[in-house]
DNA sequence: GTGGTCTAGACCACA
DNA sequence: GTGGTCTAGACCACC
């Protein structure tokens, strides 16, 4: 069963929301390589949104190489996802920068920033 | 004159724009307590784009406090921005701390954190 | 079915209208929580007016967390709407305060006042 | 000197605003019959707003017969303010019954109301 | 000139 | 079908 919270109110489209939450949960590790996901009836029964909502989701991941569907075994998890964690690191890189520099823009010092940093758990 | 860089392909609506940069100019004290901002068809002819698109931005930085709007005189930066920028200095910098917690759970180092912030200028 | 009354004469707009009837539809309990409220566009043809103008009303009560709107799906009515309320009614008898006190500077008795409350329907 | 409070942002217009202010003067005694107000001149140098602006408030006052102008002696309250204080004391009793009205909608009793009338000073 | 309101109508993504 | 965005242009009161 995979919880994926979805706001119907933001900007993301529910697709996006759906390849997002499955690609952190890769990165996490909560989903592991070669691991069956839902078929695309059930998750969306589970969400209760539209199936072709779920497919449009799984064709991206499949796209970018992060899921591997067989037509008569199901979805998988790809064998290969080192490629996805990296890019997925790179990418939080960036908005932490991202973060870091509004934050400076604010007037928070650099010291400040790395301090608070440090204190976390 | 306010320099406001207009993306119209992205997801971000021209208006959020508009609203973003006048928080970051408030943000950099460019904008300052009490100062006349171009009025709704200025900034609109300014930048090519139609009165009420520049409107709906105003409005929003009105509820937001950022700014105020007297009729028949024009618009300006609100007396009392000290509170709003406080309180989005706290916001942002919870989301930093979220974003360091994502990293770390994907296997970045805090020491690579920090020394990456370090670098950015 | 709502029903809206719209004077076009007064000074109050007419967004500002339908922002107080919804607002008073659900104090009285008869637009309930999660309950769909109609279509921009329905509600614009059933008043013979602008979409344009019901989204404005709609934009202000969903900032008000009176409504909530889901693309796609409709508009609702907060979840939680009691907090709201609760607000309201504090800052409703402040008001009741306010005015109490200039009729009493008036020099109308606080005995006579009652009265005329008591008299009300 | 009299001290008026604009509000620049709201609905009502200045001139009313100082339409308002005086009648409320008059009627709280702040003004007394035959006393002399500001010339249209000065008021509006001391509110920093048109002359325009001015005449037309006093006006107004002078038409609903709050004061009277002698051109070559200036501007003074009216002999005769006692209806203008009648009217003042219905239109608040008005005004009181519309927010009791408002206060049981929102679902507060009348017994409430009564009692935190009776509470104040 | 200013801000505020409103209309008519277009286009978009999403489900 | 839904909400969201944007344009073009009108009219208003106020100053």
Redesign the interface.
């Known amino acids: 069963m995979i919880l994926i919270n979805l706001d ?2 933001g ?1 993301l489209p529910i697709y996006e929301q759906i390849v997002s939450t499955i690609e952190r949960y890769v ?2 590790g909560i989903l592991k390589p070669e691991e069956q996901i839902p078929s695309i009836r059930e998750l969306a029964s589970n969400l209760g949104i539209n199936p072709n909502t779920v497919k449009k989701a799984y064709d991206i991941l499949e796209n970018k190489k992060v899921i591997t569907s067989y037509s008569t075994k199901g979805t998988f998890i790809s064998k290969q996802i080192d490629k996805v ?1 990296e890019n ?2 790179k990418e ?2 960036e ?3 991202e ?5 400076m ?4 010092e ?1 010291k400040e ?2 301090k ?3 204190e ?1 758990d």
Chains 1, 2, 3, 4 share one sequence.
């Not at 973060?99 to 934050?103: A, M, N, T």
């Not at 823009?105 to 928070?108: F, I, P, S």
């Open positions: 119907y109110q900007r990165a996490l964690l997925r690191r939080e890189m908005k932490l920068k973060e870091v520099q509004l934050l823009h604010l007037g928070v650099k920033i790395i608070v940093i440090n976390g």
